[in-house]
């Protein structure tokens, strides 16, 4: 066996934050993965990235990493008899923040739609 010094070209992080300020980061050729902490998805995430990291191998988002929170299927189903209650507990379930008076309204309108287009038929 023989032993070699070994250097890599490119070394290896993890970068995490914001994207705007990991695109004003000092540009590097190392092998990157990159966590946003940004609380949407950024379009063209990745290409952007790989601007200023051309060795950028992989994009998640901080929301997408934190463990799931564990529900109980014992708690009690409750407002099953209004729709607007279960698309209300739907989304706070899922994003973990209720509706919005806006999103509300749309919610509403729908299911107004939909209950004239079924006394209609």
Known sequence: ???????PL???RVLRGRHAELLSAEPSMDFVKAVLTDATPVIDGMKRLRAVFPNACDLTYERDERAPEIKSLDAPAAGLDDPADVVAGFLEFVRDEGLSER???VVAAA????????DAA
């Not at 066996?1 to 250097?7: D, V």
Request: glycine share 10%; hydrophobic share 40%.
């Open 10 to 12: 490119h070394g290896v």
């Open 1 to 7: 066996i023989e032993e070699f010094a070994f250097r």
């Open 103 to 105: 999103e509300a309204n």
């Open 111 to 118: 299911l107004h739609d939909i209950r004239q287009g079924e």
